[in-house]
């Protein structure tokens, strides 16, 4: 019989990832989907059919509920508000696995505190916007006991991600360590085409001719952001991808990490997270990761929206 498994928090990352645990992870029962503000678990148990999901309204519920708990939560407060409930029920036996992008220092504490109540823990943040998890083709990056991340990789490659980077037997901090320094390419990556294309409306090259340069060098998530920084994407969107909130968190470990490790310096990440926090002041919480875009303009003397 398949472990019964649920599923804490249903943003972005978390809808889509339940999308395809229900589509392709060979559940035999309905999948437990639980979020703060419930009527995002109740949209997504309609969309995804009859008898595919059951919503629970606490996380009490979840926890009594199920064998294996996935958690995908904004932060590392939230993390802990939400293990800090569980953990006030018998967990004895129970997996929780999160999905978060927390510092790793929350991660290794996670895991001593859920251990010492007989259950098991797996860190596994993901790389991958939000289409990435829609299509199941996420990055999965796992650390914890080899006996509790084979319990998890039925539900990795092939059903929410496309490959698995494989730290079992590692302590769970590692896993968000390479996805914290991971983010740090994708902000500075943001930051690098905010600057060419800015730079490339200034020169008289042109963003057009910019862009069909990107897409023969650096197809993939590069043509990806370039394409939105050019169709206006990075201001005109209700609901931010890489909410601006998300990114500076992700920066702000990183720093905090560099810090700790000697004072490391990480430069690029400073002038980025500057635009991020410009972002901020522009667009307030729907500020995304590519409006560095908008900030970058604004600082070489032209319009943040690059449309009319
Ligand atoms: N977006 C990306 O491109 C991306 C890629 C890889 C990893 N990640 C990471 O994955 C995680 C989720 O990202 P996302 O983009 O899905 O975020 P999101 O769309 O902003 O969703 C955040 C989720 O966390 C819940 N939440 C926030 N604060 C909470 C609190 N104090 N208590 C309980 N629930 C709380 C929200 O509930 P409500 O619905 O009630 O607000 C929502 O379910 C983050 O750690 C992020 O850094 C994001």
């Known amino acids: 019989?398949?472990?019964?498994?649920?599923?804490?928090?249903?943003?972005?990352?978390?809808?889509?990832?339940?999308?395809?645990?229900?589509?392709?992870?060979?559940?035999?029962?309905?999948?437990i989907i639980h979020n703060r503000t419930k009527k995002r678990a109740d949209d997504l148990a309609e969309k995804l059919g009859a008898g595919k999901t059951k919503v629970a309204g606490t996380i009490e519920d979840?926890?009594?509920?199920?064998?294996?708990?996935?958690?995908?939560?904004?932060?590392d407060k939230a993390v802990n508000a939400t293990i800090d409930t569980a953990l006030q029920?018998?967990?004895?036996?129970?997996?929780?696995?999160?999905?978060?992008?927390?510092?790793?220092?929350?991660?290794?504490?996670?895991?001593?505190?859920?251990?010492?109540?007989?259950a098991e823990?797996?860190?596994?943040?993901?790389f991958g916007a939000p289409a990435m998890a829609d299509a199941g083709s996420l990055v999965c990056i796992l650390a914890g006991p080899s006996s509790s991340t084979d319990k998890v990789k039925p539900y990795t490659t092939g059903v929410v991600g496309r490959a698995n980077?494989?730290?079992?037997?590692?302590?769970?901090?590692?896993?968000?360590l390479l996805k914290v320094i991971g983010n740090t390419f994708v902000i500075n990556m943001v930051e690098a085409l905010s600057e060419g294309h800015t730079l490339a409306e200034l020169s008289g090259l042109g963003t057009d001719n910019l862009h069909k340069w990107i897409e023969a060098?650096?197809?993939?998530?590069?043509?990806?952001?370039?394409s939105r920084l050019l169709a206006g994407d990075y201001y005109k969107r209700e609901e931010p991808l890489f909410a601006v909130d998300l990114a500076r968190k992700d920066a702000r470990h990183a720093m905090?990490?560099?810090?700790?490790?000697g004072n490391a310096k990480l430069g690029a990440l400073e002038v980025a997270d500057s635009h991020l926090a410009a972002v901020k002041e522009h667009l307030g919480a729907k500020g995304d990761l590519p409006s560095i875009y908008g900030a970058v303009r604004q600082e070489n003397?032209?319009?943040f929206e690059n449309k009319d």
């Open 121 to 126: 823990f797996v860190a596994m943040p993901v």
């Open 165 to 176: 980077i494989d730290y079992s037997d590692q302590e769970p901090g590692k896993a968000t």
């Open 89 to 118: 029920q018998d967990v004895k036996g129970k997996l929780f696995v999160d999905c978060s992008t927390v510092h790793p220092e929350t991660s290794n504490a996670l895991a001593k505190r859920i251990g010492e109540k007989g």
């Open 217 to 226: 060098m650096f197809p993939g998530p590069y043509t990806a952001y370039s």
């Open 1 to 31: 019989m398949a472990p019964q498994l649920a599923w804490i928090g249903l943003g972005n990352m978390g809808r889509g990832m339940c999308k395809n645990l229900v589509e392709k992870g060979k559940l035999d029962k309905p999948l």
């Open 301 to 303: 003397g032209l319009k």
């Open 256 to 261: 905090d990490i560099a810090r700790k490790a």
């Open 62 to 75: 979840v926890v009594a509920s199920s064998d294996i708990i996935f958690i995908c939560l904004g932060d």
